[in-house]
């Protein structure tokens, strides 16, 4: 029997030996208790590959994951290879309190741990919702592990009273609807009723759906493995053959280290233009470039932006429904469709080449979801980086959701200091307001709620909704679910917990948004802020122990990816 504590160069069951001082008796004991549970020795000198099981009651858009596991456990036993099921946290945005992007980091630093701890050849990440495939991301690459990741898939569409019907979008329109007064108390609840019919993740272009993609265009998965709802064939079949994929890297030792590039960062932000994809996802995408030294600036993004239009016509930017993108093609025919913008001589986790993967594929049939660019949904620019005196680090809008005639508006400001004030005062008969104002929510960013919670938007005072707004220009220093439209700017920095500006803007005064120029601005001199900020003290938001204490001595800002500070990278790569 030999042995080795060398965990890069053992595999199998010889990986990463416990710590017991004798290398030959640790693998001894890690046999024999494998062995309790009916594996014999050729099982067990078989390359380990790990499937990260994030099934929970509380988390239905992963009710598919046991199924899931059965069929990446066929392809990986079908290739020679020993699967091994094990769970980490699992997150819900509908189920995590006070928000689940909170908990993103405590998620990543879970599946980065477990990745070490474990004797794994490679991994197989399931997740879906929202947070979840950005924190196996996060914690992978920092394991630098060989994986694929396999999401969950979109929920299928849903009717309401003869309408098609999906989360989330539609969530939010039939709840501005129902405080408007325009559905009653027995309407609102068939809605409840019909908006989820089906498990899966938000069946729009929400961040689950953003991220699957972006997924795919870094080459982290099948390219054919975004966008198959949760409830299809093609969904378990996808399982199968990302089983059979993670047991091929699991024999070549392919670490993401490895073929992972700047270029496929860039592939992925052009995805996330061209899909008019989730705010969400430039912070998730912050993150994971942190994590590996990669360059997902807001200035690069800008750019790109101004260069790409966006294609895809799926809620919340258009009218469809991840099940048609499907149909229509998926990321394949995305990609095809932005042609030159994609750098094809990205590396992908196969180890060919993207261009050589796409070839693979033939999506030539006639669809009306992914338009080209001579025909773009929406001309350029899909999100926009905003600059000035209220976001000096940054703001972000989605000028594909927002209403044209905001795009550039002065107003005056109505500010809520924190979401308990906007819970307070946002439908209170009393509360001074107009359509032409410009509502601000502060201290929801990462430090100020803390976790920078989905309340940036902001929901239409109850008196203006029901005499038929049904916009405005709104701005925070949180964010918005992905699947919500509006000219809603989110994400200011740095935020107001931290000093930011946005800390010291008063009722009445005047914002200015120009979106074209890229401004937004509040008209107060550098002077005045500074004297506001003495009168203005800040409060402290830490709790002084447990992970609340680390999360708030830790986190970066939102251009930095709400990550923590000590999870970075040491340095970035040449771009």
């Known amino acids: 029997m030999t042995s080795s504590t060398d965990k890069t160069s053992a595999q199998g069951m010889r990986k990463g030996l416990t710590k017991y001082g004798d290398d030959e008796f640790a693998l001894f004991l890690r046999k024999s208790f494998i062995k309790g549970a009916g594996y014999g020795d050729e099982a067990l000198g078989r390359p380990v590959v790990g499937i990260i099981n994030t099934g929970s009651d509380f988390n239905p858009c992963h009710g598919n994951a046991d199924e899931l596991i059965e069929r990446v456990k066929a392809g990986i036993e079908a290739s020679g290879a020993l699967p091994m099921a094990f769970p980490t946290i699992s997150l819900h945005e509908a189920f995590s309190y006070p928000t689940s992007m909170y908990l993103r980091n405590l998620m990543s630093m879970d599946t980065e741990e477990m990745l070490r701890a474990l004797p794994l050849d490679s991994v197989v990440l399931i997740g879906g919702c929202d947070k979840t495939?950005?924190?196996?991301?996060?914690?992978?690459?920092?394991?630098?592990?060989?994986?694929?990741?396999?999401?969950?898939?979109?929920m299928s569409t849903g009717s309401f009273r003869g309408q098609r019907v999906g989360a989330c979008t539609d969530c939010r329109r039939l709840w501005a609807d129902y405080r408007a007064g325009n559905l009653d108390e027995s309407a609102i609840a068939d809605a409840n009723n019909a908006l989820v019919p089906t498990i899966g993740t938000c069946?729009?272009?929400?961040?689950?759906?953003?991220?699957?993609?972006?997924?795919?265009?870094?080459?982290?998965?099948?390219?054919?493995?975004?966008?198959?709802?949760?409830?299809?064939?093609?969904?378990?079949?996808?399982?199968?053959?990302?089983?059979?994929?993670?047991?091929?890297?699991a024999k070549r030792g392919v670490k993401p280290s490895s073929f992972l590039?700047?270029?496929?960062?860039?592939?992925?932000?052009?995805?996330?233009?061209?899909?008019?994809?989730?705010t969400n996802a430039i912070i998730h995408l912050a993150a994971i470039a942190g994590r590996s030294g990669h360059d997902v600036s807001l200035d690069r993004l800008d750019k790109m932006a101004q260069q790409t239009p966006v294609l895809?016509?799926?809620?919340?930017?258009?009218?469809?429904?991840?099940?048609?993108?499907?149909?229509?093609?998926?990321?394949?025919?995305?990609?095809?469709?932005?042609?030159e913008l994609i750098d094809k001589d990205a590396v992908t986790v196969s180890g060919k080449?993207?261009?050589?993967?796409?070839?693979?594929?033939?999506?030539?049939?006639?669809?009306?979801?992914?338009?080209?660019?001579q025909d773009p949904l929406f001309g350029e620019g899909g999100l926009a980086v905003l600059y000035g005196n209220l976001a000096p680090d940054g703001a972000i809008i989605k000028a594909a959701a927002a209403t044209p005639e905001l795009l550039v508006h002065t107003g005056k400001a109505v500010v809520f200091e924190d979401m308990a004030d906007l819970a307070a005062r946002i439908d209170s008969p009393d509360l001074e307001v107009s359509a032409d104002d410009v509502l601000v929510l502060r201290n929801i960013g990462p430090k100020g709620a803390p976790g920078m919670p989905e309340a940036g938007l902001i929901p239409i005072p109850r008196k203006l909704a029901r005499q038929g707004v049904k916009d405005m220009v709104r701005i925070s220093d949180g964010r918005?679910?992905?699947?919500?439209?509006?000219?809603?700017?989110?994400?200011?920095?740095?935020?107001?917990?931290?000093?930011?500006?946005?800390?010291?803007?008063?009722?009445?005064?005047?914002?200015?948004?120009?979106?074209?120029?890229?401004?937004?601005?509040?008209d107060l001199s550098e002077a005045e802020l500074a004297a506001r900020a003495k009168e203005m003290p800040l409060k402290t938001h830490d709790s002084g122990r447990g992970y609340a204490h680390l999360f708030h001595t830790s986190v970066l800002q939102a251009p930095d990816g709400v990550d923590f500070d000590f999870l970075r990278a040491q340095s970035h790569k040449d771009t």
């Open 133 to 154: 495939v950005p924190a196996q991301l996060m914690g992978a690459i920092s394991a630098d592990v060989p994986f694929v990741q396999l999401v969950t898939g979109p």
């Open 203 to 249: 069946g729009v272009m929400g961040t689950a759906s953003t991220m699957a993609l972006l997924a795919g265009a870094m080459g982290l998965m099948p390219l054919n493995g975004a966008t198959a709802p949760a409830v299809s064939a093609d969904r378990r079949r996808i399982a199968e053959e990302t089983g059979i994929l993670a047991a091929d890297i």
């Open 261 to 278: 590039s700047q270029a496929a960062f860039d592939n992925a932000l052009r995805v996330l233009l061209a899909v008019g994809g989730s």
């Open 312 to 339: 895809v016509d799926l809620k919340p930017s258009g009218s469809g429904y991840m099940e048609d993108l499907h149909d229509a093609g998926g990321l394949v025919c995305i990609l095809e469709a932005l042609g």
């Open 353 to 373: 080449t993207l261009g050589t993967e796409l070839a693979g594929f033939n999506t030539d049939w006639p669809q009306n979801i992914v338009r080209t660019p």
């Open 480 to 522: 918005m679910s992905g699947t919500a439209a509006g000219t809603i700017v989110l994400h200011v920095a740095p935020e107001a917990a931290i000093g930011g500006a946005l800390a010291y803007v008063k009722t009445g005064d005047i914002i200015s948004l120009n979106v074209e120029k890229r401004i937004l601005e509040v």
